[in-house]
């Protein structure tokens, strides 16, 4: 269940069969906390779902996007699992009607997430979730944990005391979960386009090769996306070339025309959420250091129906 984070050494989750006593975890969401007066203000001020001609996604693509943002958040050990899938619940719970209102009954496929209006919705709501435990993270909480029982027989469920690698400090959590969002998306995609046309132009770790080197790359990561279904359209491109002769201080930008995370994008971004779910960015990022450069300038912004986001190397 528990890895190894790469950026940490020795084991980052520790678990022992403790008394419930022992444990000290965030307080989980109670009902009717998700629809009180300053959510529900929240909504009203909120931006109204565009409607806008998008594609469906691929299945397996919208599935990992999801299931990559649930796994980063179970390695950080910020929250009990259990918890946060209750919480996700009460939080869809209470949005669904506002947002299923504003979109048009009837023109959304509830539980559909190659449905562009859904996996809209749950990818907000995802990402509200992950930002309310992160932002009153526990080191040591107690879960629920199921154990296999054999063949044939049902799960066993116990408590269990998690405790988090002190050194993984509470201001890393939302850097540490984008920064495991992009690794496993960018690991399966090299996994699934691998010796395919669309695979991404490799080069040596940490080579820093020059900027039109690295927007080759980027733009075929970005052709992913798009035959993912993300988005209708989208382009890399060079903003600003650096003075070195490697990509250091280039600064690159990427345009998407109506992505699947257009309104939650939006949404988020005014809450001020950290970690967003600018899944490409985190992406982006885990191939850029690959090649040996960090990120700097970083932004991402909404204009009509583009997502742009814009970063420098280093």
């Excluded at 022992?16 to 009203?44: H, Q, W």
């Excluded at 209750?86 to 959304?108: C, H, K, W």
């Excluded at 939006?266 to 990022?285: E, M, V, Y």
Aim: hydrophobic fraction near 40%; proline fraction near 5%; aromatic fraction near 10%.
């Amino acid at each position: 269940r528990r890895r190894l984070l790469k950026n940490l050494s020795g084991t980052v989750a520790g678990t022992l069969l403790l008394p419930s006593d022992y444990a000290f975890a965030a307080k989980p969401m109670i009902d009717g906390e998700a629809d009180n007066v300053g959510n529900r203000a929240a909504r009203f001020v909120r931006p109204k779902p565009q409607k806008v001609l998008r594609p469906k996604l691929d299945q397996k693509f919208a599935v990992l996007l999801m299931r990559s943002s649930y796994n980063a958040l179970d390695l950080i050990d910020c929250v009990a699992m259990d918890q946060f899938q209750r919480d996700f619940f009460l939080i869809r719970q209470a949005e669904y009607q506002t947002y299923n209102e504003a979109v048009g009954p009837g023109s959304m496929m509830q539980g559909d997430l190659t449905d562009p209006l859904y996996f809209d919705f749950i990818s907000f709501a995802q990402y509200r979730t992950i930002y309310r435990e992160i932002s009153d993270p526990s080191i040591i909480f107690e879960e629920s944990q199921g154990q296999d029982m054999g063949e044939d027989m049902p799960q066993k469920f116990v408590s269990v005391i998690v405790k988090r690698d002190p050194r993984l400090k509470n201001e890393q959590l939302p850097a540490e979960h984008s920064r495991l969002v992009g690794e496993s998306i960018l690991n399966r995609i090299y996994e699934i386009f691998a010796g395919t046309k669309a695979s991404i132009p490799s080069f040596v770790l940490g080579s820093r090769p020059p900027s039109n080197d690295l927007l080759s790359v980027l733009s075929q990561l970005v052709n992913i996306f798009v035959i993912s279904g993300f988005a209708f359209d989208g382009e890399a491109s060079i903003s600003r070339k650096g003075s070195s002769k490697d990509s250091k201080g280039t600064e690159f930008t990427i345009i998407f025309s109506s992505p699947a995370t257009l309104w939650s994008g939006k949404s988020l971004k005014i809450l001020k959420s950290n970690p967003a779910n600018d899944f490409f960015l985190k992406t982006a990022r885990a191939l850029i250091f690959r090649a040996g450069y960090s990120l700097s300038n970083v932004s991402v912004d909404y204009k009509g129906t583009q997502e742009i986001t814009v970063f420098t190397t280093n």
